[in-house]
């Protein structure tokens, strides 16, 4: 006899990691159980209400709301940016930007460029 195989599962938080929302926001009983491989499929495929209004307005974890800014999730703690910011609240900062988030930008601009430049020298240094 073979064994059934044992789904895969994840903790909420993980499973709210992959899905790109802030776990606190999620439902209660999202947070209360673990997640399978196949539930997590299922809900990135057809996410039900709750999801879609997590992704659309918030409030988001630090990694989306650096991703929004441009900045880095460093570049956000040192602006003072601690907690979920809603999509309204990224908006704002988005269109008024105050000095540090101005500032933390173009660091993360110019670290990028330094990323592509070094990618670039790399790929270059293989031909002969």
């Known amino acids: 006899m073979s064994k ?3 789904p ?19 439902p209660q009983e999202f947070q209360e159980r673990q997640v399978s491989r196949d539930e997590l499929d299922e809900l990135q495929r057809n996410p039900p209400q ?3 209004d997590l992704r659309r307005d918030g409030p988001h974890p630090r990694s989306v709301v ?6 880095s999730n460093s570049g956000l703690t040192r602006g003072g940016i601690t ?15 105050p000095e540090w988030l101005v500032r933390e930008r ?17 790929g270059n240094s293989d031909s002969p």
């Open 83 to 97: 907690e979920a910011l809603t999509t309204a609240q990224i908006a704002a900062l988005a269109a008024d930007p």
């Open 66 to 71: 650096a991703a929004r800014l441009r900045v």
């Open 106 to 122: 173009e660091s993360f601009a110019e670290v990028r460029r330094e990323q592509r430049r070094l990618q670039e020298r790399r």
């Open 4 to 6: 059934s195989k044992q």
């Open 50 to 52: 709750w999801l879609a």
């Open 8 to 26: 895969q599962l994840m903790k909420p938080a993980t499973a709210a990691q992959k899905l790109d929302v802030y776990l606190p926001a999620t």
